[in-house]
């Protein structure tokens, strides 16, 4: 082959490569391993056509940029919130709200600790409430059959939509929280510092700890129903989370769908492939896929463009798999 002719044709797959066309998403790290695998196999679908970049930021890190056109795609662990809303109407950021999947926080220690298999909502507050910092600093003022050793707290980062979650199902109010923990908003981080301390307690997304078995302890947890009554202590697994009973703290998460970068091609197509994809790919990084009939409506939403969010600014705690359906068929 011609030298010369050799060197215009390197030339040109560098162009090719360098302007490939690019889909911004950012936000939920609870998210990010379903729409990393999303994008992995939309990038061979296409053969290098299309490039997708997947930032970590947090969902609330990520409703920012997102409500400032900053990305295509806004990976979320929650729904959005009325500041979040008004925010992208600010900007005349218009949005397409599409949940893809139900994950557990699941509640971990230390597997050296063996002195708790089972935990209460109630117990998890006396932990994690504001009015706790610097004053619960021991496993045995949570409970007096637990030893009297430090407690050392891992948790979300304040821009974790997992943070805003827990607190709500667990304090009773989003962003309550006791300050003086280990906070993160990437869930890797707080594996590495539960797997190394004893003592250690904290909370993070299903697929973390699944993929992490062998570091982490998960414990059961013990709701209570409205009348005060306490239920069996549920761990969390694809099925009690399908049936409801991993309560208060099974959730759905969502991507969103700039509506103005649907006018690009490979943001259009990346949609579309996320949607098809999803049942498959939700599946093999361990998250709980929703029914057929919930991805049907999903992808309704996307090809007719259904604007706006069913959940009127705030979360929902305890929400099922039918009630999101009934949700979303309203909108």
Known sequence: MNKKFLLMLIGVLSFK???????????????????????????????????????????????????????????ASRPILSEELENCKKANVKFIELPIAYDATVVVVNPKNDWVNEITVEELKKMWEPSAQGKVTKWKQVNPKWPDNDIKLFGAGADSGTFDYFTEAVVGKAKSSRGDYNASEDDNTLVTGISKEKNALGYLPMAYYIENKSKLKALAVISQDKSGKKNPAVLPSKETVENGKYIPLSRPIFIYVNEASLKKTEVAEFASFYV???????????????????????KTHLEKKKLGTVFNGHSEVGLK?????????KL
Do not use: M, W
Request: proline share 4%.
């Open 321 to 329: 798999i039918e009630d999101l359906l009934k949700k979303e068929s």
């Open 17 to 75: 490569s360098v302007h490939a066309q690019i889909v911004q998403a950012n936000g939920s790290s609870t998210v990010y391993p379903i729409t990393e695998a999303v994008a992995e196999e939309f990038q061979k679908e296409f053969k290098g056509k299309y490039k997708v970049t997947v930032g970590i930021s947090g969902t609330g890190g990520g409703f920012k940029k997102f409500c400032r056109g900053e990305s295509d795609i806004q990976n």
């Open 276 to 298: 098809k994809k999803a049942p498959e790919l939700v599946t093999a990084v361990q998250y709980v896929p929703l029914p057929s009939k919930a991805y049907d409506l999903v």
